[in-house]
């Protein structure tokens, strides 16, 4: 069992940086790859990036490559994503989650955990 809780989204200017973390517990934690998902009102929910258990393996979407970083610290157990140069556009609330299964498919499936979720807005 993993729990999940997201922070650090706030309202930001386009062209700023902000830095969101996920805060996980459980004894699997390090076990699990970690991914960020998104989700805009009325669109439906949008890989952002994923990372494996050791940190050794990233996967970003296309939309995000080159702006989003993903990190983990499993000695703190937390996931962040550093993102940089936000548009418009990258408004959603942004959920972290969790699978025991490969960083490589996290674009393709369902995790098995999910946080609550953190609202990041994009003013032009």
């Known amino acids: 069992q993993v729990q999940l809780v997201e922070s650090g989204g706030r309202l930001v200017q386009a062209g700023d940086s902000l830095r969101l973390s996920c805060a996980g517990s459980g004894r699997s934690f390090s076990s699990y790859s970690m991914g960020w998902f998104r989700q805009a009102p009325g669109k439906e929910r949008q890989f952002v990036a994923a990372?494996?258990?050791?940190?050794?393996?990233?996967n970003y979407a296309d939309s995000v490559k080159g702006r989003f970083t993903i990190s983990r610290d499993n000695a703190q157990k937390t996931v962040y994503l550093q993102m940089n140069s936000l548009k418009p556009e990258d408004t959603s609330v942004y959920y972290c989650?969790?699978?025991?299964?490969?960083?490589?498919?996290?674009?393709?499936?369902?995790?098995?955990?999910w946080g609550q979720g953190t609202q990041v807005t994009v003013s032009s």
């Open positions: 990372i494996s258990w050791s940190g050794g393996s990233t």
């Open positions: 989650a969790a699978d025991p299964r490969s960083v490589q498919i996290m674009d393709k499936i369902d995790p098995r955990y």
